[in-house]
């Protein structure tokens, strides 16, 4: 009998609290740096911001919207890039803690069925990570407000204020293609993971990278042929998704072979 396919629901809450209790140095560690690298970035951009001249000059003249047009355009373009760029590489961590002989053959030992521990990496790198970027910027939020608030003195301390993350997030785009299309972009990083247990995230960009150059060459000189990559905005959305069912199909299926014995056990 085929038990790769069986779930249940306390088995795999029973997992998961193992993998978490016993990977939290990890996890915690993989946190601090998360935000430690959010808030340093964001806190530089909103320095360059805050004193930039153009920018002051605008608060000389008494003129707040200005200020916040400017303002808003470099956090928004910094949130979303942060925010698409952490949902698309956590991925990478789909097949997680496996990037050893000893952490592959104690997953193979794990009490679990394969569903349930490939449905723990789906619900870490699609819930649990984002919304940890997620708090991550609104720690971020905090900490920007009370830095140049309270504590630096810039000309445009008194404009400061919180922002709204995920209007900021989904300004100007349609949400519906954003999600899919982000989503989409983030299976070619799980399914990489079960490809590559070591160093996953590197190798999947290196093959995108190749697989970008491959591409736009057929389209260069594909000419007039190229058209055929001009889609409407409903093909796009229903193909992203189609694809990443697929990507997420194939990477089910590598992970229930990689526990084959001669594939995992024997490699270093």
Not at 35 to 47: D, E, K, M, R
Not at 94 to 119: C, G, H, Y
Not at 133 to 145: G, H, N, P, T, W
Request: some cysteine.
């Amino acid at each position: 009998m085929n038990t790769n396919n069986i779930f249940s629901i306390s088995r795999f809450v029973n997992f998961a609290k193992r993998e978490l209790v016993e990977n939290r140095r990890m996890l915690l560690l993989q946190i601090a740096s998360l935000i430690a690298v959010v808030t340093l970035t964001g806190l530089l951009l909103s320095y360059e911001v805050y004193t930039n001249e153009a920018v002051i000059e605008t608060v000389k003249q008494g003129d707040p919207f200005s200020f916040s047009i400017v303002n808003g355009m470099a956090e928004r373009n910094w949130v979303r890039v942060w925010s698409v760029g952490a949902v698309v590489l956590f991925g990478s961590l789909a097949v997680w803690n496996m990037d050893s002989k000893a952490k592959r053959i104690a997953r193979i030992m794990s009490p679990a069925s394969q569903l349930e521990k490939f449905t723990f990496g789906a619900v870490l790198v699609l819930v649990v990570m984002p919304a940890i970027a997620f708090l991550s910027i609104e720690a971020y939020d905090l900490i920007r407000v009370i830095t140049f608030k309270y504590i630096i003195d810039t000309p445009c301390r008194h404009l400061v204020a919180f922002t709204d993350v995920p209007e900021m997030i989904f300004d100007g785009v349609k949400p519906l293609g954003f999600i899919v299309g982000v989503l989409s972009i983030q299976s070619v990083f799980v399914l990489g993971s079960a490809i590559w247990h070591r160093k996953p995230l590197i190798k999947t960009i290196v093959a995108l990278l190749l697989f970008y150059f491959v591409v736009m060459s057929i389209i260069v000189f594909a000419g007039p042929f190229g058209e055929i990559f001009n889609m409407g905005e409903n093909v796009g959305i229903a193909l992203s998704i189609a694809f990443t069912a697929i990507m997420w199909a194939l990477a089910y299926y590598i992970f229930t072979r990689s526990e084959v014995v001669g594939r995992i056990i024997n490699r270093k």
